[in-house]
């Protein structure tokens, strides 16, 4: 593959060199890293200056919608341009992802001004890091101005896609019951904008007692902190209300970092996301090792029977590591 030539086509904005280089950066083959790594290199001067925003929600509440109504009132009423990175919930066992978030957010994905990237998390966090923080890094070299980062809204991805963007949007229903048990979590700990959507027709006012319970929880989570306490707001996706002043709350968390914060925000992601990338390198080693596949295999029927103990056995596994090349590599 030509980095030369698909760095002139970033640059340049067009979409199929985008869509090239995503692809690349997402590889797991040894030759295509080694070539992603030249590429993210290259490219990195050109990279920083869109605004990075992640979005989660419970199920059933309307991210696609949602992303869609503010990728079409970006991109007409505020002339930007944005890149989706939806993340998908690949399979563990197989590594396939359901890729059908065109098919969810049809108008946006024929708009010119926007690039919508269904992003397999080829089954494992270190994965979802990988691939979508470089993804981003290529779509912020192209020009956009805007990123949203949809998670699948199962926990622990939610923490990954937090941090690697600037502001995390929580999206969620009147009376669900998340107002405690997401405070419980450490979701909402970790948003920085709550948005109740579907406040539509007669769930208007449900969604207003709602936002201000969540309001009150909130203030008690954050109080005697001189940090950002994050706003709840109302929402309809499907009307488009609301859509402009969730855009405000996102651009003013911005301006409470600053500068400086927002700079101490991206190094310290940095600092963790080389470390992820690390661990991701050692699990995926580690799964090619043949050696480590013999002992893994027979340890299983041990550990399940009972004849040995966890720690034991992956003291066995250490052993095998230590004494082989595994950790190595190929490349």
Request: proline share 3%; hydrophobic share 40%.
């Amino acid at each position: 593959m030509d980095v030369d030539e698909l760095v002139t086509g970033i640059r340049s904005g067009r979409r199929a060199a985008v869509s090239r280089a995503i692809t690349l950066v997402e590889s797991s083959r040894g030759d295509h890293r080694s070539a992603a790594r030249d590429l993210l290199t290259t490219l990195a001067p050109q990279a920083g200056g869109a605004v990075r925003v992640g979005i989660s929600g419970v199920p059933g509440v309307g991210k696609s919608t949602f992303i869609e109504a503010l990728g079409e009132y970006l991109t007409t009423e505020k002339g930007l341009s944005v890149g989706v990175l939806a993340v998908d919930p690949s399979s563990v066992r197989t590594g396939g992802s359901v890729l059908g978030d065109k098919t969810r957010m049809a108008k946006l994905s024929v708009n010119p001004k926007a690039y919508i990237r269904p992003s397999p998390s080829a089954g494992t966090l270190g994965g979802v890091a990988r691939a979508t923080s470089q993804a981003m890094t290529v779509l912020e070299a192209a020009g956009y101005d805007v990123v949203l980062i949809e998670t699948v809204g199962v926990g622990q991805s939610e923490i990954t896609v937090a941090g690697m963007v600037d502001t995390f949007l929580f999206l969620t229903l009147a009376r669900t019951g998340d107002q405690l048990q997401g405070i419980k979590k450490g979701i909402l700990e970790i948003a920085d904008v709550i948005t109740v959507n579907k406040a539509d027709g007669e769930r208007v006012r449900e969604a207003e007692v709602t936002a201000k319970d969540m309001a009150g929880a909130l203030r008690l989570v954050h109080a005697g902190t001189n940090g950002w306490v994050p706003p709840v707001l109302t929402c309809s996706a499907l009307e488009g209300t609301g859509i402009d002043t969730v855009w405000s709350r996102i651009i003013r968390h911005r301006e409470f970092l600053g500068d400086r914060g927002l700079r101490e925000k991206r190094a310290q992601q940095q600092l963790e996301f080389t470390w992820a990338l690390v661990r991701d390198e050692i699990e995926q080693r580690l799964r090619a090792s043949d050696d480590v596949r013999e002992v893994r295999t027979r340890l299983r029927e041990q550990i399940l029977s009972g004849d040995i103990t966890a720690p034991v056995a992956a003291d066995e596994i250490l052993a095998v590591i230590e004494s082989t090349d595994v950790l190595r590599g190929t490349e």
